[in-house]
């Protein structure tokens, strides 16, 4: 009689981890790749656009630097400064559960689609992202805390001059 109640709690412990792992696998998201592409039905080819999605991706304080959708602006960590015909600063984006490497892969894409030249990367436990443009540069930090939260911090600001 022992023997059976402890496979049946067993089984039910086991079920209950099997469920709890099914539903955090569905709550995580990824960033795809949206390109102005429309969606093609086998046979048939649709000249509409699919409707807007809550998370499709857009521009924030800089009209060259598109953000994924699912990311969070964090206006109280960001810092804007905006002069007569420049601006620069951080921007400061959350999301909880996001997948680095989809983030790291949206910016490559879209960067170089928004005329940004990548200088270099470094990837590892966080990846970070240098652009250029003829007169400034970008940053972009990608990086997951420990709570499972993943940041990125994207800062342009002047390219500097070369002194002689």
Known sequence: MG???????SMVALMLVLVMGTIWMGCSTTVSERRD????????ETKTPPPPSKYQA?????????????????QGR????????YKAGVMVFTKWWLDRGSVVSFFHYHMEKDNWKLVNSFSGKE???NFAKPNRTCTIRV???WTGTTEVKIAVGPLGEKKN
Not at 3 to 9: A, D, L
Not at 61 to 74: K, M
Not at 78 to 85: D, M, P, V, W
């Open 58 to 74: 857009r521009y924030y304080q800089f009209d060259d630097i598109l953000v994924p959708g699912e990311l969070n602006y964090d």
């Open 127 to 129: 990846s970070i992202l």
């Open 143 to 145: 990086f997951e805390k």
């Open 3 to 9: 023997r059976f109640i402890f496979g049946t709690r």
């Open 78 to 85: 960001s810092l804007i400064y905006e002069s007569y015909g």
């Open 37 to 44: 592409e429309p969606a093609k039905t086998e046979g048939q």
